[in-house]
């Protein structure tokens, strides 16, 4: 009985802590508006009443919002955009501050910190290529394979990064056990994390946990673009980004202005999953962005006791769907114990287990890759 009260009483203690954070933010988002009231916009009034301003949204580790303006007034917001920026950054503290002005038609955000978003596709500063991994639809272990991809390639020899670029899901903390905020440097650019020789940055990392992020699709890609280029990547050979599930704003934003070297694509052997998987790669073919290879994650099932193999979701679909796609099949990932466990310690099995059969199926899937694009 004493244990079972000590419990809820421990349980008690951290919501309350939790809550008490939530509100602290909730008192930070009240007194920048406020702050916002002193800041004019064309046309007379302020910014604080201002129509088009969104939801502050505060973390533990950044400041957000987005002000909307019609096609061709971004020029005229500019100003009360540096404004609202200086304004929230001298009540954040330490806070990582992201105010970006967004126009209806263009989409095209421009940000508080680091000056007007270059117009067409560029390359990221410190990064020579670019992979994103990607999926149809979500769990299907995207995340997992992006970042022992990541880790694989950093065996082969290069210099790696991974951008956590699945900002209503981040996983990458919690799959590299990254604990704590990155910093940041007096100019406003993050120091990424480091973890088994990977670069890391994720959203998720300035988040108390448990906490969502609720951002419609302009401050989604807002967050991203600061993530991306905002951070001091170092000279990586190859960042690898993990992407969203699905084909949503973040996608085409990123695709749309950044030079992306290609996609890999995750998909178990489900037809389910292979259906969406066939949608996510109509969207690169769309918009001109290479698709190296299809990934067939939780491909078969070894029985540690008897060494029988089951199919537990079919046989070979992505194998054959990669060939009706007329696209490379990068290989088979089993679904396996340690691949599971691994994920949820923190330590990844191209990391843990280097002679192990599963970071031999990542290495091989990353050789490949780097055969793809020298």
Known sequence: MDAGLRRHD???VALSALNQA??????????IKAALADVEIPGGGDLATYGGLSEIIVTPGAIAFAIAVAPGMEAAFGPARDAAHKAAQALGGSRKTMVSLTAEKSNSPKFGHGGVQPQGKTRV??????IAVGSGKGGVGKSTTAVNIALSLAVEGLKVGILDADLYGPSVPKLLGIEGRPAIRDDGIFTPHEAFGLKAMSIGSMLVPGQAVVWRGPMATSGLRQLLRETD????DVLIIDLPPGTGDIHIAL??????????????????????AQKAIDMLRRMSVPVLGLVENMSYFIAPDTGHRYDIFGTGGAEKAAERL?????????????IREGSDAGTPPV??????????????????????IP
């Open 10 to 12: 421990t349980g008690f």
């Open 22 to 31: 939530i509100m602290a933010d909730t008192d930070l988002a009240a007194q």
């Open 125 to 130: 500063n410190g990064v020579r290529r670019i």
């Open 233 to 236: 990547w170092g000279g990586l």
């Open 255 to 276: 695709f749309q202005q950044t030079v992306v070297d290609g996609v890999v694509i995750v998909s178990t052997p489900q037809d389910l999953a292979l259906i969406d």
């Open 326 to 338: 007329d696209i490379p099949f990068l290989g088979p990932i089993p679904l396996v114990m340690s």
């Open 351 to 372: 990391s843990s287990q280097p002679d192990g059969p599963e970071a031999a199926a990542y290495r091989m899937i990353a050789r490949r890759l780097i055969s793809a």
